[in-house]
Structures are given as C-alpha cells and as structure tokens.
C-alpha cells in the first residue's frame, strides 16, 4: 500500500527556518515525481513544485521559485521542503504528494494519485 | 504560467441530479506527442487531503465511481457527476500538468 506520511504541525515566529518531511512507503520513492501543494486558510490548492528523487530533479512554481527548496533523500526515501525565512503568510497547510506516472511512463510532472496527511504550518510572532 | 479558470465557483444541485463543473485553461494543454490532454480532477472534502478523481481528463481512477466522468479537449473541459450523492459534496478542482502545474481556483458543490 502506497503511503505519505508528512512530520508533525509546526508553530514558528516570522524569521525562523522550518524544514518539514514526507516520507514514503509501498512503492519504490525513487521512480515516481513528488511534489508540495500548499493550501492557505480557506483558500484553494497551489502547486508549488516536484521533485524526482532519482535523479534529484526539482522544479518549482515561477511564482514561489526562491522562496522555497524541495530536497529529497531516496536513501530513507523522504522528501522535504525547508524555508529559511518564514513568513507570516507561510500559513497553510502543506501536502506532500506522489506523481502518478513514473519516470519510464511520464518523464515530465504530473498528476498526483497518493497524498500525505498534510502538515499545518503556523507563522506567528 | 497556464492559467486554469473553473466555473462555476459554487454549485447547489439537488439530490440524484447531474452536477457539471466546468475547467478552461488559457492554452491548450493537449500534447501532439502523444494526442492526450494533460488534465487531472481532484474532490476535497474538508479536513481531509485532495482526492484524485481523473487523469488525463477523462480516465478515471480506480475505484472512483462511474457516476463521476470527464470530458473535454484543448482547452475546454468538464467534470459531470451523473447523478448526485450526498458523500459528493466537496470542493472539485482542476489541474493543468502540460507546462509546469496548476489548479483551478475550485468549485465547491453543495445538495440543494
């Protein structure tokens, strides 16, 4: 059984670094994009970008590229995305999700098919 | 960045009758490679993670039931729930994966 199982809430202060994890299980994590989608407070979903851990392969949305890096680490098969400089309007809630194609399939970004729990992350001073 | 604009926002339908959520992106997302248009669904239910429903617009996932389908081309498409449960309502979203990704801002669906 495919699983995403993302680390725990977080409450920070604007200027702190945050890294959260996705770690995945029941399918091989190097082959298949993983990829962050964020979700605001009553707000819609936004794609923020993927990662392929094979090869490390990241791409990120124009609008949040510099603001955010995805990693990965196909050895515990965790995927992460960190901030150096959080940000009030950091608060959202945070999805890891799997790519549904792999590579051999699909070479480029795709559809989501499995999702973590999300992880809610909270920037307040 | 393709922009992808769902219609309506928000949807009442009643109980048993047919539901159609509608998805335009501002540039065809169908791919001469391989003649597929590269367009998924998605249903939220709140406090849960997104759901997939359909990928590559109209191949719906397993174990996704049939009264959920989706149709379109290019850069008109549609999500059609043919008969309404109660357990549908949901947010529904649409999601462009032709050149980098997007969403569509959502449709939530409410029973009438």
């Given at each position: 059984?495919v699983?995403?199982?993302?680390?725990?809430?977080?409450?920070?202060?604007?200027?702190?670094?945050?890294?959260?994890?996705c770690?995945?299980?029941?399918?091989?994590f190097?082959?298949?994009?993983?990829g962050?989608?964020?979700?605001?407070?009553?707000?819609?979903?936004?794609?923020?970008?993927?990662?392929?851990?094979?090869?490390?392969?990241?791409?990120?949305?124009?609008?949040?590229?510099?603001?955010?890096?995805?990693?990965?680490?196909?050895?515990?098969?965790?995927?992460?995305?960190?901030?150096s400089?959080?940000?009030?309007?950091?608060?959202?809630m945070?999805?890891?999700?799997?790519?549904?194609a792999?590579?051999?399939?699909?070479?480029?970004p795709?559809?989501?098919d499995?999702?973590g729990q999300?992880?809610?992350?909270?920037?307040?001073? | 960045?393709?922009?992808?604009?769902?219609?309506?926002?928000?949807?009442?339908?009643?109980?048993?009758?047919?539901?159609?959520?509608?998805c335009?992106?501002?540039?065809?997302v169908?791919?001469s490679s391989?003649?597929?248009?590269?367009?998924?669904?998605?249903q939220?239910?709140?406090?849960?993670?997104?759901?997939l429903?359909?990928?590559?617009?109209?191949?719906?996932e397993?174990?996704v039931?049939d009264?959920?389908?989706?149709?379109?081309s290019?850069?008109?498409?549609?999500?059609?729930?043919?008969?309404?449960?109660?357990?549908?309502?949901?947010?529904?979203?649409c999601q462009?994966?032709?050149?980098?990704s997007t969403?569509?801002?959502?449709?939530?669906?409410?029973i009438?």
């Open positions: 059984e699983q995403l199982v993302q680390s725990g809430a977080e409450v920070k202060k604007p200027g702190e670094s945050l890294k959260i994890s770690k995945g299980s029941g399918y091989s190097s082959n298949y994009w993983i962050w989608v964020r979700q605001m407070p009553g707000k819609g979903l936004e794609w923020m970008g993927v990662i392929y851990p094979g090869d490390s392969d990241t791409r990120y949305s124009p609008s949040l590229q510099g603001q955010v890096t995805i990693s990965a680490d196909k050895s515990i098969s965790t995927a992460y995305l960190q901030w400089s959080l940000r009030a309007s950091d608060t959202a945070y999805y890891c999700a799997r790519g549904g792999p590579l051999v399939v699909l070479s480029s795709n559809w989501f499995h999702w999300g992880t809610l992350v909270t920037v307040s001073s | 960045d393709i922009v992808m604009t769902q219609s309506p926002d928000s949807l009442a339908v009643s109980l048993g009758e047919r539901a159609t959520i509608n335009k992106s501002s540039r065809s169908l791919a391989n003649n597929k248009n590269f367009l998924a669904w998605y939220q239910k709140p406090g849960q993670p997104p759901k429903l359909i990928h590559w617009a109209s191949t719906r397993s174990g039931p009264r959920f389908s989706g149709s379109g290019g850069t008109d498409f549609t999500l059609t729930i043919s008969s309404l449960q109660a357990e549908d309502v949901a947010v529904y979203y462009q994966y032709y050149s980098s969403f569509g801002q959502g449709t939530r669906l409410e009438k």
